[in-house]
């Protein structure tokens, strides 16, 4: 079985920064892809960063150029790096992994850690 351990998240005034980590535990597991998630109250849950198999990162618009997302293969672990942040990037952050276990691929995700943005 595999898990996904989120940390780093926290109360920061606006314009301050968070570092963000994500790391994947288990047996005989690769990682194909990661991704950055984030769920405001009452709101859906959206993608904020994909890292993809073939290295390119893809963020959503509200977030470029702030945020920079990276990945360390050897420790299977994510990371998201937040400056400049706002009040309304406050919401439960969540990374997910697509992940290929001898058996299966499938998506996993962690359990969420909350970004709150005080103005």
């Given amino acids: 079985q ?5 940390s780093g998240g926290g ?3 606006a314009g301050g920064s ?3 980590s994500c790391a994947a535990s288990g047996s005989a597991f690769s990682i194909v892809a990661m991704a950055w998630y ?3 109250p009452g709101k859906q849950r959206d993608l904020v960063a994909r890292l993809n198999s073939d290295g390119s990162i893809n963020y959503v618009e509200s977030v470029k150029g702030r945020f920079t997302a990276s990945r360390d293969n050897a420790k299977n672990t994510a990371y998201l790096q937040m400056n400049s942040l706002k009040p309304e990037d406050t919401a439960v952050y ?4 697509n992940i290929q276990t001898p058996n299966s691929r499938k998506d996993y995700w962690g359990q969420g850690t909350q970004v709150t943005v005080a103005s």
């Fill in 38 to 40: 984030r769920q405001a």
């Fill in 94 to 97: 969540y990374c997910a992994a």
């Fill in 18 to 20: 968070l570092r963000l």
């Fill in 2 to 6: 595999v898990q996904l351990v989120e």
């Fill in 11 to 13: 109360l920061v005034q």
